[in-house]
């Protein structure tokens, strides 16, 4: 990248303990350590992180020294509605059951399966993983509902409703898949008053922060079977703790928060970084700017 921005000076290893660097103006992060850094970056301008998610960050201070943030967002939707659809798949034909009878050599064909055509699948944070989330189960013959801050129609979801909307929507759908952002209004959106909406059939799949689900209520809607099961790639406390009751639960599939990862993701995130350095350059736009009084 050097060679292309012959103007642009790239320094790399510098830790958070480092001696000040009073000439940086754009930091390239996967962001888990920017606080540290920014009492040490006196003319910092703008951040790229390597990831969607902001939270952690000092967003406030960022605000306040008029420091501009740039996030990943969209390259995380290939992979992410894969894994998904990886979890409604192994749901609705149980093939990890099927794996525990080839271990043990056993051949069952009472074993219930179940088809996704005309299931309705409702995608909580109709974004950009959430449109390819969506794209993927029309494919499937599904019908789609969505839920975004306004209800703003999104193409390929049939039905997209504001956040007020989470009733109808968890009362509708057979698979709930939750992409939203963490802020302060999303933080424990689902609870026991949520759990109980959804359809006893109805699994619960949550691919975007572990916060924003009350993960107490939810091992009890597993336990007492208020819903059919859950697809878990994120926590509240990550590692997921061995005394969690969630690990020794039949209906729940668990992953370690990996679903965004892909072989072709450091490709696809420079990639964005490339675009918006060219932009910065320039005095233009930058793609995905995090509105930092929002939060996203």
């Known amino acids: 990248m050097s060679t292309e921005f012959p103007a642009v000076t790239f320094l790399s290893g510098a830790g958070p303990e480092s001696d000040p660097l009073p000439d940086v103006e754009v930091m390239v992060t996967y962001g888990k350590d920017i606080n540290e850094y920014l ?114 129609p999104v193409e390929g979801v049939e039905k997209v409703l504001p956040l007020g909307g989470l009733p109808e929507l968890l009362a509708d759908s057979d698979y709930v898949v939750v992409t939203l952002p963490l802020t302060p209004e999303t933080r424990r959106l689902f609870g026991e008053p949520e759990f109980r909406m959804m359809k006893p059939t109805a699994y619960f799949i949550n691919v975007a922060r572990g916060e924003v689900v009350d993960e107490g209520a939810l091992a009890r809607a597993l336990q007492e079977k208020w819903i059919s099961g859950a697809g878990l790639d994120v926590f509240e406390c990550e590692p997921l703790p061995s005394s969690s009751s969630l690990w020794e639960l039949n209906n729940v599939m668990i992953t370690p928060h990996l679903a965004a990862l892909s072989p072709r993701y450091v490709e696809r995130a420079i990639g964005v970084f490339r675009q918006n350095l060219l932009a910065y350059l320039g005095g233009k736009d930058l793609a995905n700017e995090v509105d930092l009084s929002k939060g996203y």
């Open 39 to 152: 009492s040490r970056l006196p003319k910092l301008r703008w951040i790229q992180v390597l990831r969607a998610g902001i939270d952690g960050i000092a967003l406030t201070e960022l605000k306040d020294r008029s420091i501009r943030l740039t996030t990943v967002q969209g390259i995380h939707g290939i992979p992410m509605s894969e894994h998904v659809f990886g979890m409604i798949l192994q749901f609705s034909r149980r093939f990890l059951d099927f794996r525990a009878n080839q271990v043990q050599k056993t051949w069952d064909r009472s074993i219930k399966v179940e088809e996704i055509y005309e299931k309705t699948l409702g995608v909580v944070g109709v974004g950009s993983i959430g449109r390819e989330i969506a794209k993927r189960g029309k494919a499937f013959g599904m019908r789609t509902i969505g839920i975004n801050s306004r209800g703003t």
